[in-house]
């Protein structure tokens, strides 16, 4: 079966500028995460989505980010205006029907740095 | 609040031996916690899940523990080889809606030389 995709894979953005990300979950994932992981340091996580609702986002920026999950199945994570702090992976995340006792399959995630 | 340690300086053991990582949480009591591989460049991948209820899960090489009363799991490599180098990473639930919220810990770096 085809893995969680992602991109881009790469991104270069001044501070103060706009992007966005885009993920396409594993087929029939009911649950999808974005995560944040900062170099040398655990994935943080910034959503959740259960289908097209949100379930957690208490740790989401939500000055300057935003993310949604249209449709219930593939999701956009933007951040406008970006921040230098912001350079990190963004990892994408599904999980089937978000029970709990399951693993979550990762994609292999948009390096984004910030100047 | 939660917090969820593990090493975080790199783990270097010779080829052939048990590498053993630590994971150690604070402040909660989840009903089971995973385990996962990242190597550089890549996402986590799954490798293991042991309940409460459970003290020890094997699976090939690995073994992972889960004392609930030190708030500790231990997860071991047996005959270690240098394609196990990578990053380590323990996750617990920590929902508070149903719906399975993973943390992760910081990771701990393997390194295995030949």
């Known amino acids: 079966e085809a893995g969680v995709a992602q991109s881009p894979r790469y991104k270069i953005i001044e501070k103060r500028q706009s992007v966005a990300f885009w993920c396409n979950p594993i087929s029939g994932h009911a649950t999808l995460y974005w995560y944040q992981q900062i170099l040398g340091q655990g994935p943080k996580l910034l959503i959740q989505?259960?289908?097209?609702?949100?379930?957690?986002d208490s740790q989401l920026p939500k000055d300057r980010f935003s993310a949604e999950r249209l449709k219930g199945v593939d999701s956009t994570l933007k951040i406008q205006p970006a921040k230098l702090e912001d350079s990190a992976v963004y990892l994408c995340a599904s999980s089937p029907k978000g029970q709990q006792n399951t693993e979550a399959f990762f994609g292999q995630g948009t390096r984004l740095t910030v100047v | 609040s939660q917090k969820i340690e593990q090493n975080s300086e790199a783990l270097n053991i010779q080829e052939g031996k048990t590498a053993t990582l630590t994971c150690n949480y604070t402040?909660?009591?989840?009903?089971?916690l995973q385990w996962y591989r990242q190597d550089p460049g890549r996402g986590p991948v799954f490798l293991l899940l042991?309940?409460?209820?459970?003290k020890e899960k094997r699976k090939e090489r690995l073994k992972v523990t889960f004392d609930t009363t030190l708030k500790q799991s231990l997860f071991h490599i047996t005959a270690s080889q240098p394609a196990d180098s990578a990053t380590y990473l323990c996750a617990l639930d920590m929902s508070t809606t149903g719906f399975q919220k993973l943390v992760f810990g910081t990771g701990t770096r393997l390194l295995v030389s030949p």
């Open positions: 989505f259960q289908n097209n609702g949100v379930v957690d």
């Open positions: 042991i309940r409460e209820n459970e």
């Open positions: 402040n909660y009591s989840p009903a089971y």
